[in-house]
C-alpha cells in the first residue's frame, strides 16, 4: 500500500511529525513500512511556464522554437521536440541551473543554430513512471489546466513534493488497504482524532427506482449490491491534484468519472464499478453465477471464456461485467456517457479470488475483495462518490439508492480479563491503560472488575480472538517496552549431534585445503545418471521429468561435478578445486522410495601451487588430491584404519585410480578422469574422488590421548629395497611396521625408481625407518637387531632384496 503523507495529513493531525519518523513509529506498532520516497528529491528548478508562440523550427522538421513565459520580465526562448506542444499551453519548464532525476543539470544551449533558455517536461522526464502517465501525454509533454499561476513549483502541483510511505501489509491487515484505514491506524498510535469527509448530496426530485432496479440471483457470492444514477455528466480530466494523488498511488488516471472510482478505492478501500447506463441496454441489472463457457469482452478488449463459478453481473440477458475483477468492454464509460451507473458492493472473497486467478486478472479491487472489505462502508463510498461526480463531473445524483440486502454483519465482542493480558505479555499494565488503548483504535470498551468486553468495529475483520485483543495490546503499548524475560520449565540444551559436527568438520577442512563448495541438481540425464557410481543400480526415473536432461535420480555426485569443472575452465578459469556433500539415490523395489544415501565428492585440475615470482608451478596430481584426503581422514580420526588398493573404474584412467578403504570395506575411490573423458570435456588433467560418508562419520574414534614429548633421541635408518614391480609400497610398509616391533616408530616412503639401471621388471622403493624408546636411549644392538628383522621379512614375504 503506497500512502502519501499529504493526503494522509487530511484525515489526522500529524503535528509537524516529519515522514521519516512517522514511518519508524508505524514500524514499531507492528506494519512494516517498506520505504519512505520523497519524489522530488534530487529536482529543483522546475517551474510553471505558458507558451505564448509556437513554430517549427527553421533547421529541424521534429523540433518546436517556442516562447515561454516563466513569470520573469520578458520571456524566453525553449526549443521543445515534444509533438503535442502548442501555443497557449501551461507547462512545466526547467530553467537554466534546474535539476532533474538522473542528476541532470539544464543549461543554456543552442539546437540547430537556435538558442534554447531551458526545457519543457514531460512527466517521465521528471520522474514519473511511463505506465502511469495519461494516454494523452504518454509521448510528449504534459499540459496544465489553464487556471494553473505562471512561475508557480511545478513540483508542487504535481505532487511531487510529497513524501510516499510504502507499508508491506500482512494479508490480516486488508483494513490498512486504504487511506481511511490507515488514518485509524495513524490516529491510535499518535493518539489524535480521525476525520472522515463530510458527505452531503443534493439529490434531483427522480428516484433511481425509475431507472434502474438489481436482481441478485447468486446472494450467497453477492449478500449485498447497491446502484446509485448519476445522470447530465460531463466526461472530462479529472482535477490535477486527483490525478496525481492517483499516480502516486500507482494508478494512471484516466477520465473524472474512472478516476473517482479509483480514488474512492483508495479513500474507503471499496471497490467501485461505474457503467455507461445508456449501454447497459436494460432497466434491470441481474447478478448471478456465470453460465458454463459463457463469453465477455472485458476493459482490456479480451474475450474470456467463463466458468459456472464465476460470478457475473448482467443486464438480464449478457454478461457487462466480472464482478470485482473487470467491467465489460460493452457497457465502459466513455466519452459521450452522459448517464453513470454506479455500482458499490460487497462480494464473497473466495469467488472473486477464484475467478481473477482463473483470468490472471489481479487488480486493485480484486486484492481488496480477496482480503476483506467493511461491509459497513459499501453505501458510504458510494454516497461519496456521488458527490465528487457531482462536484467535478457536472453530475445530477438521482434521489434513493437500489439496495438488495442480505448480508448479516455484526461486530465481534470479545471479553477478556487484564490478568490475561499482563499475563501473556509480562507486563503490569495498568486498566486505565489497557482501556486507553482500545478507545485510540476506537473500539467500545466497557470495564467490570478487570475484565473488558470489547465490540470491535467490522472494518477490523482480523480481530476474533482473546488473543487478538493481546497484540493490539502489545503493539500500541510498545513492542520495546516489554520485559525481557526468560522461558521458564526444563530447557534443552542445544547443539550439534555426532554425524552434524563431523559434517561441519568435512566442509571446512576441505575449504580450508583450498576447495569451493558447489552444489548441483540431483536430477541429471539417462547416460549419467549411473556415470561413477560407487554402488551400480539401476537409476530412478521421474514419472513426469521436465526434460531428458533432468529425467533420473543421480547415483553419483562427479558427473555434474565435472560438468562444473569443465564451465569454468571454458571461462578461462583454468584452476579450480570444488567439493560436493550431497545426496544419490539408490533404487530398491518398484513404487517405493529410492534409498537416499550422503556422498562427498571432489574434484581439481590445473595448478595446485603457483609462485610466480619465484618461477615455480606446481599442477595437481593424484598425490595432490590423496594429501587432502589423507589430511580429511587424519581431522576425522580414521586416517589408521584407511587403505588404498589399485582398481580399475569405467571413467578413470586405469593406471592412476585407487579403492579408498575403510577397515577392508570400499568407500570411494580417488583417481584421474580417463582421458578420453577429459578431451570430451575438454579438460586439462583432473583428479576426482568420491566417498560414502555414512562409515566415515560411524567410525568409533578412539578416545584422544596424550604422550610426553620425547626426551631421548631417535635413530634413523633408511633402505632402498628391489622388488618386482608388481608389488606395492603399502604392502612393503605393512611388512616393515609388522616386523619392526615396538621400537619402529614411524615408516616413510621417500623414492621410487625404475630407471634403466634397473633389471627388467624390477622397481626400487626407499624407506625411512625411525626407532626410539620414551623411556631410554637406544643402543646399536638393539636398532640393529630390530632392523634386521626388518630385512629378513620384507624378504621372506615379498621377495626384497637391499639395493647395492
Known amino acids: 500500500m503506497l500512502v502519501s503523507y499529504k493526503w494522509l495529513q487530511e484525515y489526522v493531525d500529524l503535528d509537524g511529525i516529519s515522514p521519516e519518523v512517522l514511518a519508524d513509529k508505524i514500524t514499531r506498532s507492528g506494519i512494516e513500512v517498506e ?34 513565459d516563466i513569470g520573469e520580465e520578458e520571456p524566453v526562448q525553449i526549443i521543445c521536440g515534444a509533438p503535442n506542444v502548442a501555443k497557449g499551453q501551461k507547462v512545466a519548464v526547467a530553467t537554466p541551473g534546474a535539476w532533474l532525476p538522473g542528476h541532470i543539470k539544464i543549461k543554456r544551449s543552442k539546437l540547430r543554430g537556435e538558442v534554447s533558455n531551458g526545457m519543457i517536461c514531460s512527466l517521465q522526464e521528471l520522474g514519473i513512471e511511463s505506465k502511469l502517465v495519461q494516454k494523452e501525454y504518454a509521448n510528449g509533454i504534459f499540459v496544465f489546466p489553464s487556471d494553473v499561476e505562471v512561475g508557480q513549483d511545478a513540483l508542487a502541483l504535481l505532487n511531487l513534493d510529497d513524501a510516499i510511505l510504502e507499508l508491506g501489509l500482512t494479508p490480516n491487515r486488508a483494513d490498512c488497504m486504504s487511506m481511511i484505514g490507515v488514518a485509524y491506524e495513524v490516529a491510535a498510535i499518535l493518539g489524535k482524532d480521525v476525520k472522515l469527509p463530510k458527505i452531503e448530496n443534493e439529490s434531483v426530485s427522480d428516484n433511481v427506482n425509475s431507472l434502474i432496479s438489481a436482481r441478485v440471483e447468486a446472494q450467497q457470492e453477492a449478500p449485498l449490491y447497491t446502484l446509485k444514477v448519476i445522470r447530465n455528466v460531463k466526461i472530462g480530466p479529472s482535477p490535477l491534484w486527483m490525478q496525481m494523488r492517483l499516480i502516486s498511488a500507482g494508478i494512471r488516471p484516466h477520465n473524472n468519472v474512472v478516476d473517482i472510482t479509483n480514488y474512492i478505492l483508495l479513500e474507503y478501500g471499496q471497490p467501485l464499478h461505474a457503467f455507461d447506463y445508456d449501454r447497459v441496454g436494460s432497466k434491470e441489472i441481474v447478478v448471478r453465477l456465470a453460465n458454463e463457457g459463457e463469453k465477455i469482452v472485458t476493459l482490456d478488449d479480451t474475450e474470456r471464456v467463463l466458468k459456472g463459478n464465476h460470478l457475473v453481473i448482467t443486464n438480464g440477458k449478457e454478461p457487462v461485467a466480472m464482478a470485482g475483477v473487470m467491467g465489460g468492454a460493452n457497457s465502459e464509460v466513455i466519452d459521450r456517457t452522459t448517464t453513470v451507473l454506479l455500482e458499490s458492493a460487497y462480494f464473497d472473497a473466495l469467488t472473486i479470488r477464484e475467478a481473477s486467478k482463473d483470468h490472471g486478472l489481479r487488480s486493485e479491487a480484486s486484492a481488496r475483495y480477496e482480503k476483506g472489505i467493511d461491509p459497513n462502508r459499501v453505501l458510504l463510498a458510494a454516497e461519496r462518490a456521488a458527490q465528487l461526480m457531482a462536484a467535478y463531473a457536472g453530475g445530477e445524483v438521482l434521489a434513493g439508492t437500489v439496495e438488495v440486502n442480505h448480508l448479516t454483519v455484526e461486530p465481534a465482542v470479545i471479553t477478556i480479563k487484564l490478568e490475561k493480558i499482563n499475563r501473556v505479555l509480562g507486563t503490569e499494565i495498568s486498566a486505565d491503560e489497557v482501556i486507553n488503548i482500545f478507545e485510540r483504535l476506537q473500539f467500545e470498551v466497557t470495564a467490570q472488575d478487570d475484565q473488558f468486553t470489547v465490540i470491535v468495529p467490522t472494518r477490523r475483520g482480523d480481530i476474533t480472538i482473546e488473543e487478538d485483543l493481546i497484540e493490539e495490546v502489545a503493539r500500541l503499548y510498545g513492542y520495546d517496552r516489554l520485559p525481557t524475560t526468560l522461558p521458564f520449565g526444563s530447557t534443552t540444551k542445544g547443539g550439534l549431534t ?26 541429471t540425464s539417462p547416460e549419467k545418471a549411473a556415470q561413477y557410481a560407487l554402488e551400480q543400480r539401476e537409476p530412478v526415473r521421474l514419472q513426469m521429468p521436465m526434460s531428458e536432461e533432468r529425467s533420473n535420480l543421480r547415483l553419483s555426485l562427479i558427473p555434474h561435478l565435472l560438468d562444473v569443472v569443465s564451465y569454468n575452465v571454458a571461462r578461462k578459469n583454468d584452476s579450480v578445486a570444488f567439493y560436493e556433500l550431497g545426496a544419490i ?3 530398491t523395489q518398484e ?17 595446485w601451487e603457483n609462485n610466480q615470482w619465484q618461477g615455480e608451478k606446481k599442477p595437481v596430481d593424484f598425490f595432490v588430491l590423496k594429501g587432502i584426503l589423507e589430511g580429511l581422514f587424519t581431522k576425522l580420526g580414521v586416517s589408521q ?3 588404498y588398493r589399485q582398481a580399475v573404474i569405467d571413467g578413470l584412467h586405469p593406471g592412476r585410480t585407487a579403492e579408498i578403504i575403510l577397515n577392508e570395506q570400499t568407500i570411494g575411490f580417488i583417481g584421474q578422469v580417463h ?20 562409515p566415515l562419520y560411524q567410525y568409533p574414534v578412539p578416545p584422544l590421548k596424550y604422550q610426553m614429548i620425547p626426551r631421548f633421541p631417535a635413530i634413523t635408518r633408511d633402505i632402498a629395497l628391489v622388488v618386482d614391480r608388481d608389488i606395492t609400497a603399502s604392502k612393503l610398509q605393512s611388512i616393515i611396521e609388522e616386523a619392526g616391533g615396538e621400537l619402529l616408530k614411524t615408516v616413510t616412503i621417500f623414492d621410487l625408481y625404475e630407471g634403466e639401471h634397473m633389471e627388467q621388471g624390477k622397481k626400487s622403493l626407499a624407506f625411512s625407518l625411525v626407532y626410539f624408546d620414551p623411556e631410554r636411549t637406544l643402543t646399536d644392538e638393539e636398532v640393529v637387531k630390530a ?18
Open 787 to 804: 632392523h634386521d628383522q626388518v630385512l629378513v621379512a620384507v624378504k621372506k614375504e615379498a621377495g626384497a632384496e637391499l639395493r647395492g
Open 641 to 643: 584404519a584407511i587403505s
Open 675 to 694: 582421458p578420453k573423458k577429459q578431451k570430451e570435456l575438454d579438460l586439462k588433467e583432473t583428479y576426482v574422488f568420491e566417498l560414502h560418508t555414512a
Open 35 to 68: 520505504s519512505v520516497e520523497v519524489k522530488s528529491e534530487g529536482i529543483k528548478g522546475v517551474i510553471i511556464g505558458h507558451v505564448l508562440e509556437c513554430e517549427k523550427h527553421p533547421n529541424a522538421d521534429k523540433l518546436n522554437k517556442c516562447l515561454v
Open 591 to 607: 513404487n517405493e522410495r529410492p534409498e537416499e544415501q550422503e556422498h562427498l565428492a571432489g574434484a581439481i585440475t590445473g595448478l
Open 585 to 587: 539415490f539408490l533404487k
Open 498 to 523: 555426532a554425524i552434524q559436527t563431523k559434517r561441519r568438520a568435512v566442509k571446512r577442512f576441505l575449504e580450508g585445503a583450498g576447495l569451493y563448495q558447489t552444489t548441483t541438481y540431483s536430477l
